[in-house]
């Protein structure tokens, strides 16, 4: 994947009015949600816009508030690739990913912005965009191609995730798909569900009208 250098300042601030000041600045509230699981009750030491949720009996992860300006993110969020970000909070530097963005329902304005760190060791999925190569045998027919999903989850370690999943479309006959299941990537698990289908030829006017031509021919 391509990188992404992103500064952030941790938020230390909680609650509706702070968040609400905070977007009345331009600035977006945000989390990172950290990689590693710890013990608990853990005996380490918090730095600032950090705190510790639980997430099994025992163990939880420790998440970091922050604050992220709309033009920071700009090229991060309205985009179709995806990025490893390069993330720096006061100096302290990690990998993330995007994990959600939530936007007002009617300004369509950011609200907030959810984190992932990553590390080498630990699959994450994440939602690689589509590309179609070649020329189906089923245009060639008169058919049209149509792309259903533009977008295929995997899971994998964020260093052996490509940019783009290309798909190559040549032998993809009139009237038929090709679904998540057909398809292998080498290193990356496929999450979205098998019959999904991806892409189609479908059967234009023109390509019925032929097909039906055809047959009155040869009656």
Do not use: W
């Not at 730095?47 to 508030?65: A, C, F, M």
């Not at 995806?82 to 609200?111: C, M, S, W, Y």
Request: aromatic share 4%.
């Amino acid at each position: 994947m391509k990188t992404f250098d992103l500064k952030a300042t941790p938020r230390v601030e909680l609650g509706k009015k702070a968040t609400k000041a905070l977007r009345e600045k331009g600035l977006i509230p945000a989390v990172l949600n950290g990689s590693k699981t710890v013990e608990l009750p853990f005996k380490g030491t918090l730095k600032p816009g950090q705190k510790l949720v639980e997430i099994e009996n025992g163990r939880g992860i420790i998440t970091t508030d922050l604050t992220l300006s709309n033009e920071a993110v700009r090229k991060l969020i309205y985009t179709p690739e995806i990025f490893t970000i390069n993330l720096d909070v006061n100096g302290d530097k990690t990998h993330a990913v995007l994990r959600e963005v939530q936007f007002h329902p009617v300004k369509d304005n950011i609200l907030h912005i959810d984190l992932l760190e990553v590390t080498p060791e630990k699959p994450v999925v994440i939602s690689v965009p589509v590309q179609l190569e070649g020329h189906a045998e089923g245009v060639k027919a008169g058919g049209k191609l149509t792309l259903s999903m533009k977008k295929i989850k995997v899971r994998a370690p964020y260093t052996a995730i490509p940019e783009r999943l290309v798909i190559n479309v040549d032998s993809l006959g009139l009237g038929k798909t090709i679904q998540i299941g057909d398809l292998h990537f080498e290193g990356l698990e496929m999450v979205t569900p098998k019959e999904a289908v991806v892409c189609a030829v479908q059967l234009t006017r023109a390509a019925r009208g032929a097909a039906a031509a055809d047959a009155a021919s040869a009656e």
